[in-house]
């Protein structure tokens, strides 16, 4: 949750209030809800604006209580997923982890887990994580979600597509442990 900004994007408003981008437009446009206009014409919003609208209006935001990073570890071998669970936990017990063994459940638990993090395996059957990533960072309700991606087997073309796609980082198995620890 980034309540660290000073201004939020009607996209995030939308998803704090759980409604459509274009329902904060409206409410911003007939004055009920407080925007600032940029130079460029985009709308931001402070959080505690936000927070009094919601309030009035008697609506729940949709914000993550825990500072606990969550971590949804996407892979399809469910041995290797256990594993990285256990490593990432015996070394910060604060982490709060999950796992998705393909892409259309992660699809899924990304949505109702809404996770910090994906560790993401890259060659999966059906869904793979060229196109999970893609899923997530073209979507602006997702796309402040890290990925870091994983994979037995890649080359340095394939690590070029992820980085482009938003991956901040891509992983060889088996894992330099000490390296990820440090990017989580």
């Known amino acids: 949750?980034?309540?660290k900004k000073s201004y939020l994007t009607p996209s995030k408003v939308a998803e704090l209030?759980?409604?459509s981008p274009s329902a904060i437009r409206l409410w911003a446009e007939n004055?009920?809800?407080?925007?600032?206009?940029?130079a460029g014409g985009?709308?931001?919003f402070k959080l505690e604006d936000i927070k009094q609208f919601a309030y009035k209006k008697n609506i729940q935001l949709n914000m993550v209580d825990s500072n606990k990073a969550k971590?949804?570890?996407?892979?399809?071998e469910r041995q290797f997923a256990d594993f990285l669970q256990a490593a990432l936990l015996i070394h910060n017990d604060e982490l709060d982890i999950i796992i998705s063994i393909d892409g259309f459940d992660a699809g899924v638990k990304i949505k109702e887990f809404k996770p910090t993090l994906v560790l993401l395996d890259i060659n999966m059957?059906?869904?793979?994580?060229?196109?999970?990533?893609?899923?997530?960072?073209q979507n602006p309700l997702l796309q402040h979600i890290r990925v870091i991606a994983i994979s037995g087997n890649i080359n340095s073309a394939e690590k070029q597509r992820l980085l482009a796609l938003g991956a901040e980082a891509c992983f060889e198995k088996p894992i330099d442990m000490p390296k990820l620890y440090q990017l989580i």
């Open 1 to 3: 949750m980034p309540t």
């Open 17 to 19: 209030l759980m409604v």
């Open 31 to 38: 004055g009920e809800l407080k925007a600032m206009t940029t």
């Open 42 to 44: 985009h709308r931001r």
């Open 71 to 76: 971590i949804l570890i996407v892979d399809d």
């Open 125 to 137: 059957k059906g869904m793979d994580g060229f196109q999970v990533c893609e899923k997530i960072k």
